[in-house]
């Protein structure tokens, strides 16, 4: 019985006496057993990923040549270049005697000689239309270095021109012919004048591709350019700038004009190139501009 009551009181007196050693505050050693709380664990913090360091690329080796750099010098503008374009339906319309152009016809695309440094006579404002003006200018530049100084004796005219010349031809016709004491009429005057003028509406001057050319050396109009020394380069070298002639020696019976070494009508270069091959300029050939251009309808 007394081991019982031992046995119940002695669990009581352990705790009290525990109790008043936790109150103290003692320092000593605690009987009782540490019961170690645990932290808590951290949430690993994610380590970064470490960025891969890039393998380094090897750097080109630069081998020192010995040429030095050349100092870059300004280069000039390129010149814009003249593209060639061939004649129009206008350039190769068919203008005789009897076939003609429209009083209002005028060419839209005229340019003055005098501008592009061709000499004309007296210094006339002569004009001719722009690709036939940009090859008479070439023709001349060329002519001028063989030594031949050509000369514009005219060139564009108008249906209103034209008219005003036609009309003093006959004028000079009648007038030529009463100092001769050999009066003529009107229309006799008209007959000589329609040898070597066109009637307004039928000149080829109105289409404005055709040039009247003499020399310095020879300022008239007459055949016998034909002789000189620039009217036998206009014959071999007329046709390689695009230029033909209307009324050729020997021909009036096929174009009803006389010889005009003078009058000559652009019409392009691969034109004239084929009308000069087609031998044209012989007078025992039957061919002429007027029917190589009827071939071409
Ligand atoms: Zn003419």
Known sequence: MRLLVLACILPVAVAFSA??????????????????????????TPTATPTRTPTPTPSPTFTPTATPTPTPTPRPPTPTPIVYKGPDA???????KTQGLPPDYAPTDLVSLNDLGIPTYNNDPEQLRFQAAMDLAEM???????????????????????????????????????????????????????????????SQHQLGTTVDITSA??????????????????????????????YPEGKERLTGYIYEPWHLRWIGRGHAEMLYALDYLNPESPMTLDVYLQGLQ
Do not use: C
């Open 19 to 44: 109790a008043a050693q936790l109150r103290a505050g003692s320092a000593g050693t605690s009987f009782l057993p540490t019961r170690v709380i645990p932290t808590a664990t951290p949430t690993p």
């Open 90 to 96: 206008a350039a190769l319309a068919i203008v005789t």
């Open 140 to 202: 001349f530049a060329v002519a001028q270095r063989d030594g031949i100084h050509l000369l514009v004796r005219s060139a564009y005219r108008s249906y209103a021109v034209q008219a005003a010349t036609y009309a003093q031809f006959v004028e000079e016709e009648m007038r030529a012919a009463e100092q001769a004491g050999q009066p003529i009429t009107r229309e006799e005057a008209e007959a000589r004048a329609n040898r070597y003028s066109a009637r307004p509406g039928y």
């Open 217 to 246: 050396d020879a300022t008239d109009l007459v055949p016998d350019f034909g002789r000189t020394p620039a009217g036998r380069w206009l014959h071999d070298n007329a046709h390689k700038f695009g230029f033909v002639f209307s």
